[in-house]
């Protein structure tokens, strides 16, 4: 099981961690928004994968939130809770 998270850096130069969604079982889908989460917008964000029992994970792509686009990003976690793979699969 895994839970959408958010990290993203302030003004500082900080490195800020958001909790996030609920737990999603293997093989589900969710979206999240990273405002909903407390992200401000404007803020360089990367999804983070909280790995329940296992491994978490960070995305290497960072990107910029901007509340009104509707833009998304799509990423799959694969492998296992100890050794996993996090990818960005699409924007659109």
Excluded: C, R
């Amino acid at each position: 099981m895994t839970k959408l998270q958010f990290v993203y850096w302030d003004a500082q130069g900080n490195k800020i961690h958001k909790d996030g969604t609920g737990g999603i079982p293997l093989g589900q889908k969710k979206t999240a928004s990273p405002g909903d989460f407390g992200v401000p917008d404007g803020a360089t964000v990367a999804l983070y994968a909280f790995v329940v029992w296992g491994s978490d994970n960070e995305a290497n792509q960072m990107f910029t939130y901007d509340a009104s686009s509707s833009v998304t990003a799509n990423y799959t976690i694969s492998g296992t809770t100890l050794n996993n793979s996090l990818v960005l699969t699409s924007v659109g």
